[in-house]
Structure formats: C-alpha cells, structure tokens
C-alpha cells in the first residue's frame, strides 16, 4: 500500500489552492510516494544513539540583513485568497471561545 | 491594637501568598520582518505589507532577519541572561486563521537566551523577578470578527484578516514564578513591566508603545494559603495592555481568587479576558487539557550558533541601565532612592527630568508630577504620559508660581483647565482673568476681615500669633485663592501691630 494516496495528494492540492490536472495527480502521488519510501529508509538505519537532525545542510547561521523588499500589493495578495471583504481575507465562523 | 481599616486586597494577602508569572512580548523594532524582507511600519493598509512568505504560500522559504537576532540577544543581556551557543526555531502547529502557515515559526526547548533576572524596587525594597527564557517568534495577523457586537467573536458570522502584522519579530520574555511580595504583588508586577519597558526603550529594539501592542503582557497569578508548601492554581490573563491594567489585573485576580477560596470553591485553570473599563478579568478558554501544539524543529531554517565574538561585542555595547541612569538622575537633582522608586514606578520619571530640563527646580517639577498629575491621570483613567499637559506646561506654570503672578491654588486651576483641553497655560489664564490679587484689592480684603473678626484680631493684637492662621484662611477665601499667604500674613500681622 503506497504511503501517499492519490486522494491524499488531491486533498493537499486542495488546502494548498493549487489546481491540478488528473494527470498531474497521477504523476506527482506517484512521486512522493517514492520519496516517502527513501525518506523511511533512514528510520531504518538511524538508532537511539544517533541525534534526530531538523535540516539535511550543514550550515548555521544562515542570515539576511534587515533590509526592505518590495511587498506583493493588496490586490495581488488577495487574488489568490477564496474571499476577500475590505482589503482583508475572508475567513469562515472561528469557533467561539467564550 | 488601632483598627485599621484595610482594603479587601490587604486583606487577602494577609491571609494568602501571590505567586505571579508575567509573559511579556516586545514587537521588535526591526525595519522588516523576522522571516521576509516585508515593512513592519505601523498603521499601513490591511494586506499591504505581505509576500509569498509571510502569507504561508507553497513555494516560499524564510531567511531570518540578522538583526532581529541582533536585537534578541542584546535583551537577553541586558537581563543578565545565558546566551545559547546553538540553537533552532520550532514549528507550534495550529489551526487559527490569523497565522496563514497554520504554524508559528517560534522557539521550544532551544530559546535563544535563558537564566537571567531582572530587579525592581517597590518603595525602597528589591525585589528580583527570574527570568526563564527570552526566545524569538514570528507575530500574527490581526482578526476582525464581523456580525456580532462591537467586533466580539462571540455571535459573528465571519472573519477578517489582515496579515501586515503576521511575521513581525517578536521576543517572549517569561519570568519563573514570582513570590515573596506580599502586599506588594500588584506593585511588583507593575515595576517589572516598567522597568522592562525602560531597559527596551534605552536598547533601542522596540518602540514598546502599550497602546499600539508593541509591548503586550499576559499575567499569570496564583494564591497559596499562608504556610502552604504546594502552588495553587493559576489563571492568565491575556493581553494586559497598559502598566495600569498590570497592576489592576493583579489586584482583581487575587481577590477573585480569594473569594472562590475562602468559599470552598476550586480555581479553574484558564485563560481570562482582562477589561480595560472595568478593570476585571472574564473567563476564556479553559486550560484542563493542554493543547497539543506538536512543535518540532523548523526544517526551512538552518540552526543558530551566535559566534561568542558578536555575543561579546553586543555586550560592550549595551547602555547604561536605567536604574544607573536613575542613580545619576537623582544625585544631580537631590532625590532620594524612595523619590527615584515612586517616579519610576509612577511613569514620570521622564517627565520630571524634562521639565527640570525646561528650568523647572527639582521639587517644584516632582511636586507637580507625582503629587498632582499622577492623581489626576487616574482620576482621568488615562496614562500620565498621555495627558493633555505636558513638561512644557509644568514648566511655565512653575514659572509663573516662582515669579509671584500664580498662587499655588491658582496654578492647579490653570493646569486643571490645560488639562481639560481649554488650551495652553497663558491662553487659559487669559480666557479665566486667573491673576494673583494685587496689593490694594488684598488690604482691602484683609481690613474687611479684620472687622468681621475682631474677637481674633485682639487675640493676635494680644501675641497670639496662633491666631493669624484662621484671619490668613480667610483672607484667601475672601479672594477666591488668588491671593498671596505668606504676603496676606505679613500684612495682617503689620495691621495687628505684630511685625
Ligand atoms: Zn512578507
């Protein structure tokens, strides 16, 4: 059984607002399904005295300066959004907490 | 034993110990984001200060700003704190729509700075808050909930989002728990919260404006029964949004508490609602399971290892800290340690010195700060910073009293009509004919008191010098408080044949 189903995949295209084609689905659960497989590979050699490691590049301080770079633009950051109202992204009910 | 009448608040921490935890964050005042090269100015058009990163789109990678780690690590110096020689960002998952990545970038169990305090003196007592940890993470958007009343998110129908706010950088300070203050918990949590803000301030690393969120403080509090050993437990408040509100919060929390405890009743652990207008906290999200945040190490971003080198050169950098600056302050001006804690912990401390600055002496220009305005900014509900009156206002006003044309009663009356938005000091005076009496109109006052008072005009004519004060009394009654008492006295006394 794969690690990751097409319906999977369609679902992730989905939450990501990313449009696919059926066959682009195809092909890609295809893919990451055989990079699931390589990645758990390493499940498999890495025991209990090996560190988990969060980033495969042995760098630090990877660092930019704190200079200004120009924005995308309301218009063009709300285009991609399912709804907008006022300039602000529109978002469903958030669930009452009080 | 005198009975004395103390407040229900005394009356609590007779009885029970506070402990306070205070989380501070500090918007930084970086020119661009923590993760993009976005503006974080202030004020600007919903959405307009957003890219691929900050919306949490596929495809992007975040860069970490090098000045907001700058920034990170000269706070936690200033607060005496361990600087992490390696370290990395976490991811804390979850799902609310004011951060679009539905993570926040943030830090975990590898914070950037730990183990530092911070001291903070309360009337003339030291008290030293511990600092736990100081870490780094990415701020949220800003919701708008549309539909119910006054923008609450109970009874609304949708949201609005506005992520210009999403991915400024953002420093948690978090205190370990804080006891041993007594009666003076409030005031503790009140002067840390001031005292950080002042060393903030002096780094230059955030414009911890209160009123604009660059500086937010949830308060943690709990009550333990005098001689118990186990910690109660504890509710925070969220969202504490002026050092007043610090001290309120405080102050309703341990008499909430007390009350549910002296009834027999248990403390729900929860987050409350602190109210600006009413001073008292509202519960929110009950904490009896914890939420599962899942964090793990953020893989977009390569580990932190500040070189010792640039940790040291932050260190030699630093300014003095205020409570040196203050020493200064109060040497060069004749202030006692007590004056210098009562300015601090009153937020004048800035005022009095600029008004000093403006030619006002030292204890005229206290005087009328933290034994005047103080009391009126809260009889106002407004920051003392934020009134109408200003040092540029002391400092005429005090002019005008050291030249003999206010008297001290005429003078608060002008600054009560600053204050009340009328206009500057000379307009007012101005508008209102406040001028102290002259000399005729004030021997005419005093003869007609005379005459109204003979029986204690012959006690003074006798050489009871005692009995001028109530013939002064009157003298000023008689004209409105505009006249001069030290001058109405010689008067009287050189008529009663007694100068
Ligand atoms: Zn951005």
Not at chain 2, 35 to 40: D, E, K, L, P, Y
Not at chain 2, 110 to 139: A, S
Request: include cysteine.
């Amino acid at each position: 059984m794969p690690a990751i189903s097409r319906t999977d995949v369609a679902h992730l295209a989905r939450l990501a607002r990313i449009s696919m084609t059926d066959a682009e689905l195809d092909a890609m659960a295809g893919q990451l399904d055989v990079i699931l497989g390589a990645v758990s590979r390493v499940g498999e050699v890495a025991a209990n005295d090996i560190p988990p490691t969060s980033h495969a590049v042995p760098l630090t301080n990877v660092l930019r300066p704190d200079d200004p770079v120009p924005s995308l633009g309301a218009a063009a950051a709300l285009a991609a959004a399912p709804a907008a109202e006022d300039g602000r992204f529109r978002v469903p009910r958030i669930l009452d907490e009080e | 034993m005198t009975t004395v009448t103390t407040s229900r608040y005394d009356d609590v921490l007779e009885r029970y110990d506070a402990v306070l935890g205070l989380e501070t964050h500090v918007e930084l005042g970086t020119v661009t984001k923590l993760f993009c090269g976005c503006s974080t100015a202030f004020g600007a058009e919903p959405n307009s200060q957003v890219c691929p990163t900050c919306l949490g789109l596929p495809g992007s990678l975040p860069v970490t700003n090098g000045t907001a780690i700058d920034y990170s690590i000269k706070i936690g110096l200033a607060l005496h704190c361990d600087i992490a020689d390696w370290c990395r960002f976490a991811r804390k998952n979850y799902f609310y729509p004011d951060m679009p990545k539905d993570y926040q970038t943030s830090q975990y169990d590898e914070p950037l700075c730990t183990d530092g305090y911070l001291d903070v003196t309360v009337d003339g007592e030291t008290f030293r808050v511990e600092i736990e940890r100081v870490h780094l993470e990415e701020d949220t958007g800003k919701s708008l909930h549309v539909g119910g009343a006054t923008g609450r998110i109970h009874g609304a129908t949708h949201s609005l989002v506005d992520y210009n706010r999403a991915g400024i950088p953002l420093v948690e300070i978090v205190t370990r728990p804080v006891r041993g203050t007594g009666h003076k918990a409030a005031e503790v949590a009140r002067a840390y919260v001031t005292e950080l803000r002042d060393i903030l301030r002096d780094l230059g690393v955030s414009d911890v404006r209160m009123e604009q969120g660059s500086l937010r403080c949830d308060v943690n509090l709990s009550l333990m029964p005098k001689g118990a050993t186990e910690l109660g437990t504890r509710t925070e408040t969220k969202n504490v949004n002026s050092l007043r509100s610090v001290e309120q919060a405080v102050r309703h929390e341990v008499e909430r508490q007390a009350a549910l405890l002296d009834a027999g009743e248990r403390i729900v652990q929860e987050t409350r609602h602190f109210h600006e207008d009413t001073g008292t906290t509202s519960p929110g999200r009950s904490k009896e399971e914890a939420q599962d945040y899942r964090y793990f190490p953020e893989p977009d971003l390569v580990p932190l290892a500040p070189p010792a080198e640039q940790v040291e050169a932050i260190r030699a950098s630093l300014p003095e800290p205020p409570s040196v600056r203050r020493a200064r302050f109060a040497g060069a001006n004749g202030f006692t340690a007590v004056d210098i804690d009562q300015m601090t912990n009153a937020g004048v401390i800035d005022l009095v010195a600029s008004t000093i600055d403006g030619g006002a002496s030292p204890t005229k220009a206290k005087g009328w700060w933290l034994g005047y305005l103080v009391g009126r900014a809260n009889e106002l509900g407004e920051e003392v910073t934020e009134l109408a009156i200003g040092p540029a206002e002391v400092v005429r006003i005090s002019a005008l009293e050291d030249d003999g044309s206010l008297t001290n009663k005429l003078a608060r009356q002008v600054a009560d009509a600053v204050l009340a938005g009328e206009g500057g000091v000379d307009e007012v005076i101005d508008a209102h004919g406040w001028k102290v009496a002259g000399e005729d109109e004030l021997i005419a006052a005093i003869d007609a008191v005379i005459a109204d008072n003979a029986d204690t005009a012959d006690k003074v004519r006798g050489g009871n010098l005692g009995a001028v004060g109530p013939l002064v009394g009157a003298v000023m009654k008689a004209t409105g408080g505009a006249a001069d008492a030290k001058r109405a006295r010689e008067l009287i006394l050189e008529k009663l044949g007694q100068s």
